[in-house]
């Protein structure tokens, strides 16, 4: 943001505000360079222009955004990729600035977007701690007092003096880490970086990042990585498109974020069977027994896409029967999407409780109901195979696209299999 | 206007420590993974002086009467051509000298101009000094004012930088203009008498070399320089109050326009 604009005033306790932000982005390139030219023209002739419409071919990256940072908050900000995260982050900075809206801040703001802004690989180690670090806003005397500890953190062993074109990609980024992490704004911004390194150097960026909050800075940190928002952030927003769909407490919003997540890739692959795309691959011989439809039910009987943990978990094959089968057998394979795993493989044929015999021609529907399902949260497709039971013939073989997904419970969990367990701790050696 | 150029002075200043980090990896860094290094920077000069000196010996140039050895004037001359081209280019990179880190890091990209202009300076006074060295070996007579070259060229690099900063704005939304520039300046050298004099043309040359500002601002530059005086004095001093209007206009537009522009650049 230019700084000839007047800041608005913050009350005692607030570091950052954001009123009402609007930023939007043109989508196609033709436009972009008519619009970049026609803007940058009218600007300087100080003729308004439409900042507040969209025009052709334009989209809000971001609509009506509002919230405050609060001093020693840890804010965390997770979407979908082009769900207008990293856009924020660049209008607070001052990146880029708001067709509409104000952000007013309070101290200096850092920003780690990128780690190693500027890095020459010509240049060693110690002359690209001065670069980057001038860069980032430090001055010469903060850098020559923090380079023992910038040095020290990155752990670059020997190499400090060589060009770093020499370091591998790892000792790369724990250098810029290292030097954005010590340039210590007020307000710190951190889009996706505290993925980088080794173990034992993400743990210690981790233990920097909790330093940093304990001497009462702000932090705004946007992550896929939901473990880390979770031990870092106390509150969370969601975007989507642009907009915040959710503004609150980080447990209650992770859950709502894992969900929407489910939700969003079921509506996704639901859209592909609703256009032509049911099948990943099949197997049919002829059209003695043909599958119409398969997938979820609830209790009134209704088809639905997602189910909650520990719930009742029904699911329904429809099939056509044009030639009397003397026994069918059929299976329902659950496949977990993440992992690729068979979650629940059912056999219908199990003579000793359910047997199909002597079916005659029609349209049917078999429905399988697990009272307690104990999947875990996440997106599952559903497999069929319809054979003959008496002579083990393959009618019919679908790997389907149809899918669902389970919801988180409301305590975090992983896996593919949840149960309800209980844990002690017991001291073994005094 | 004065508001946001008082603004853009108050950004150089507090920022000097990132345009000398910037400048010494740019300047330095330039030929470091070359056995010539910094010798580029006068062998360059060399190679077009020498092909006009060539040219002149076998005939194909004629480049009208003087009272000093023609290898020295084309020399100076190229010397301070290359400097305006150089300083043309050098400010129309002033965003893109940025890309790696534009979008990533927030401040004052006008600071980026002085850093490329301070480097396409450097470069011009290690070449002043080689030309210096060589013409002193050769016993060429030097004027007094030949020593004032690095005051005299000003007025080529604020007329250059406007043109550049004017042009990195467009740059970014649309790479018509980076193109089109080389090709304009490689035209715009033969419009202007460097490697010639303006004296003796007649009809159309004479008429587009009077109407040529670059022929006052390299013309009368070089002039001073080689022979201690210059005609159209007068156009040169006129030139010169334009060409630092010119810079100041293209600063408030570079500071109002960029802001426009920058999200243009991912």
């Known amino acids: 943001m230019k700084p000839i604009q007047p800041a608005p005033r913050l009350e005692n306790d607030i570091v950052l505000r954001v009123e009402n932000l609007y930023k939007k982005f043109c989508c196609t390139l033709r436009h972009s360079m008519y619009y970049g030219m026609a803007d940058s023209v009218r600007s300087v002739l100080g003729v308004p222009y439409g900042t507040d419409r969209l025009r052709k071919n334009e989209f809000w990256a971001l609509e009506d955004i509002g919230f405050e940072l609060r001093r020693g908050e840890a804010l965390g900000i997770i979407g979908a990729n082009g769900s207008g995260k990293s856009t924020l982050l660049r209008l607070i900075t001052g990146i880029f600035p708001p067709d509409k809206g104000r952000i007013a801040f309070a101290g200096r703001i850092g920003a780690l977007i990128a780690v190693g802004a500027g890095f020459h690989p010509h240049m060693t180690g110690r002359e690209n701690i001065y670069l980057n670090g001038t860069i980032l806003g430090m001055h010469r005397r903060e850098i020559d007092e923090k380079l023992e500890e910038i040095i020290a953190f990155a752990d670059i062993g020997n190499f400090l003096e060589a060009p770093i074109s020499t370091y591998s990609s790892g000792m790369r980024v724990r250098l810029g880490f290292a030097i954005a992490v010590h340039c210590e704004p007020d307000i710190l911004l951190v889009d996706e970086v505290l993925s980088v390194g080794d173990l034992a150097f993400r743990n210690k960026s981790m233990r920097k990042m909790r330093d940093f909050r304990a001497k009462a800075n702000a932090l705004i940190f946007i992550s896929h990585n939901l473990d880390q928002i979770r031990v870092l952030c106390d509150r969370v927003i969601i975007m989507d498109h642009g907009r915040t769909l959710f503004d609150g407490d980080s447990s209650e919003g992770l859950i709502r974020y894992e969900n929407l997540c489910k939700d969003m890739r079921v509506a996704a692959v639901n859209r592909d069977v609703e256009s032509g795309e049911l099948f990943r691959q099949r197997h049919a011989d002829g059209d003695r027994v043909m599958f119409v439809d398969l997938g979820l039910l609830n209790r009134q009987g209704e088809r639905v896409y997602t189910v909650g943990a520990f719930e009742e978990l029904r699911i329904f094959i429809d099939f056509i029967i044009n030639e009397e089968s003397e026994e069918i057998f059929f299976t329902l394979a659950v496949l977990n999407e993440a992992k690729n795993i068979d979650c629940i493989w059912s056999k219908s044929n199990d003579r000793n409780r359910h047997s199909f015999r002597n079916i005659r021609p029609g349209r049917y529907r078999a429905v399988v109901t697990y009272k307690e399902h104990h999947l875990g949260p996440g997106v599952y497709f559903i497999n069929y195979h319809i054979m003959n039971g008496a002579t083990g013939e393959s009618y019919d073989h679908g790997f389907t696209n149809v899918s669902f997904s389970v919801k988180s419970p409301a305590h975090f969990e992983r896996g593919i299999v949840l149960s309800q367990d209980s844990w002690d701790l017991e001291r073994l050696v005094p | ?266």
Request: net charge neutral.
């Open chain 2, 1 to 266: 206007m004065f508001a946001v150029l008082r603004v853009m002075a108050a950004d150089v200043v507090r920022c000097r420590e990132l345009i000398w980090q910037l400048f010494k990896r740019d300047f330095l860094m330039q030929y470091k993974k070359s056995f010539l290094g910094l010798g580029w920077i006068v062998l360059a000069p060399l190679l077009g002086f020498a092909s006009w000196v060539f040219m002149n010996a076998a005939g194909v140039l004629n480049p009208g009467t003087m009272d000093f050895p023609y290898p020295a004037f084309v020399l100076i001359s190229t010397t301070l051509w290359g400097f305006f081209a150089n300083c043309v280019t050098a400010a129309s990179r002033t965003l893109k000298a940025g890309q790696g880190f534009i979008d990533q890091v927030q401040y004052p990209h006008h600071t980026l101009l002085v850093k490329e202009l301070a480097q396409a300076y450097a470069n011009f006074l290690i070449s002043f000094v080689f030309v210096a060295l060589l013409l002193i070996c050769f016993r060429v007579d030097l004027q007094v004012l030949f020593w004032a070259a690095p005051l005299l060229v000003l007025p080529m690099l604020a007329a250059a930088a406007a043109i550049g900063l004017t042009a990195s704005i467009i740059t970014v939304v649309a790479m018509d203009i980076e193109k089109a520039l080389g090709y304009l300046l490689s035209f715009m050298m033969f419009l202007t008498p460097v490697v010639y004099t303006a004296e003796d043309r007649t009809g159309i040359v004479k008429a587009i070399l009077a109407l040529n500002p670059m022929t006052y601002l390299h013309g009368c530059a070089r002039d001073l320089i080689v022979f201690g005086s210059a005609a159209g004095a007068d156009m040169f001093l006129g030139l010169t109050l334009a060409a630092f209007l010119l810079l100041l206009l293209s600063m408030k537009w570079f500071y109002v326009a960029e802001e426009k522009v920058i999200e243009k650049m991912i």
